[in-house]
């Protein structure tokens, strides 16, 4: 008896633990939301209050009109897109050759590429600058893009992921005659769809909120994104609160129901990943 109570006693503990943080992460995106709808006044307001006095709808209209919203949304769906694509290409290859193949030095590259993880992308970005503009891609989805697609965290995590794997289906490959590529493809990357998604979220939320990188390297209006779009309405002086909200909610609106499709495949990866690691 005095067990189930204490059973009990830690569940209400957890349950009451987990709401509390559950209110605090969802605080946040229910104020945005609330004051995308304020007007102005009602968003300077002391004390501040929860709901509007009055809604204003057309918040979301004057973001349409006041940026060129549309060109930022897709320009930011195509480098989304496109850093996506090449990480889980170029990653899950490398990934692959690191905890399949066998070549001289493995080990010490390996641990060089672990330490890009360490040097804050800060400190490379005036050299890259001077890269980028030698090559000529400066204001050009290049430079966008293909920097980005490049991942020594991808390349980790796949590897990680790729060495629980049986090594018994890849030598029944071998005795089939298949090659290293065929069996990365057709074996490696079927079984690794939950690591695979991982990764991408990751890469999404990474390139959709990114924003110093094409603040620098970019400088006409057809070449900007979204974060850069929703910044211009933080001035030196004042701030159009209900604007900055209004846009962030249609900025983040599509990362939430996309995190809400592949959750499943998403908390599957991490928990494998941390179970066979």
Same mark, same amino acid.
């Given at each position: 008896m005095?067990?189930?109570?204490? $059973?009990?006693g830690r569940?209400?503990?957890?349950?009451?633990l &987990?709401?509390?943080?559950?209110v605090?992460?969802?605080t946040?995106?229910?104020w945005?939301?609330?004051?995308?709808?304020k007007?102005?006044? $009602? /968003?300077?307001?002391?004390?501040?209050?929860l709901?509007p006095?009055e809604?204003?709808? *057309?918040?979301?209209?004057?973001v349409l009109?006041?940026?060129d %919203?549309?060109?930022?949304?897709?320009?930011?769906?195509?480098?989304? &897109?496109g850093?996506?694509?090449?990480?889980?290409?170029?990653? /899950?290859?490398?990934?692959?050759?690191?905890?399949?193949?066998? %070549?001289?030095?493995?080990?010490?590259?390996?641990?060089?590429?672990?330490?890009?993880?360490?040097?804050p992308?800060?400190?490379?970005?005036?050299?890259?600058?001077?890269i980028?503009? +030698?090559?000529n891609?400066?204001d050009?989805f290049?430079?966008?893009?293909?920097?980005?697609?490049?991942?020594?965290f991808?390349?980790?995590?796949?590897?990680?992921? %790729?060495m629980?794997?049986p090594? $018994?289906? *890849? *030598?029944a490959?071998?005795?089939?005659?298949?090659s290293?590529?065929?069996?990365y493809? =057709?074996?490696?990357?079927?079984? /690794?769809k939950? @690591?695979?998604?991982?990764?991408?979220?990751?890469?999404?939320?990474a390139?959709? =909120? $990114?924003l110093?990188?094409?603040l620098?390297?970019?400088?006409? *209006?057809?070449?900007?994104?979204?974060?850069i779009g929703?910044?211009?309405?933080?001035? +030196?002086?004042?701030?159009?609160?209900? &604007?900055?909200? @209004?846009?962030?909610?249609?900025?983040?609106?599509p990362?939430?129901?996309? %995190?809400?499709?592949?959750?499943?495949?998403?908390?599957?990866?991490?928990?494998? =990943?941390?179970?066979?690691g």
């Amino acid at each position: 008896m005095i067990t189930r109570t204490s $059973d009990r006693g830690r569940r209400l503990a957890v349950h009451i633990l &987990l709401i509390a943080g559950a209110v605090l992460m969802v605080t946040p995106f229910v104020w945005m939301l609330s004051t995308s709808f304020k007007s102005f006044a $009602d /968003s300077m307001k002391v004390p501040p209050t929860l709901l509007p006095s009055e809604w204003h709808f *057309e918040n979301y209209a004057k973001v349409l009109t006041t940026i060129d %919203f549309g060109t930022y949304y897709l320009n930011t769906i195509l480098v989304t &897109l496109g850093r996506t694509a090449g990480q889980l290409l170029l990653c /899950s290859l490398a990934a692959y050759s690191f905890a399949c193949l066998k %070549f001289p030095g493995k080990n010490v590259i390996f641990l060089a590429l672990l330490a890009v993880l360490m040097v804050p992308s800060q400190v490379v970005m005036i050299p890259s600058f001077v890269i980028m503009r +030698q090559l000529n891609w400066l204001d050009t989805f290049y430079v966008l893009i293909i920097p980005g697609i490049f991942s020594a965290f991808g390349t980790f995590l796949l590897r990680q992921f %790729f060495m629980t794997l049986p090594k $018994d289906l *890849e *030598e029944a490959a071998k005795i089939d005659g298949c090659s290293y590529f065929r069996i990365y493809w =057709n074996i490696y990357l079927p079984l /690794s769809k939950s @690591a695979l998604v991982s990764l991408a979220i990751f890469t999404i939320l990474a390139a959709w =909120n $990114d924003l110093l990188w094409p603040l620098i390297m970019t400088s006409s *209006e057809d070449m900007r994104v979204l974060s850069i779009g929703i910044s211009s309405f933080q001035g +030196q002086h004042s701030t159009d609160y209900p &604007l900055l909200m @209004a846009g962030a909610v249609m900025a983040t609106l599509p990362i939430i129901v996309l %995190f809400i499709f592949l959750q499943r495949y998403f908390i599957e990866g991490i928990a494998m =990943n941390g179970i066979k690691g």
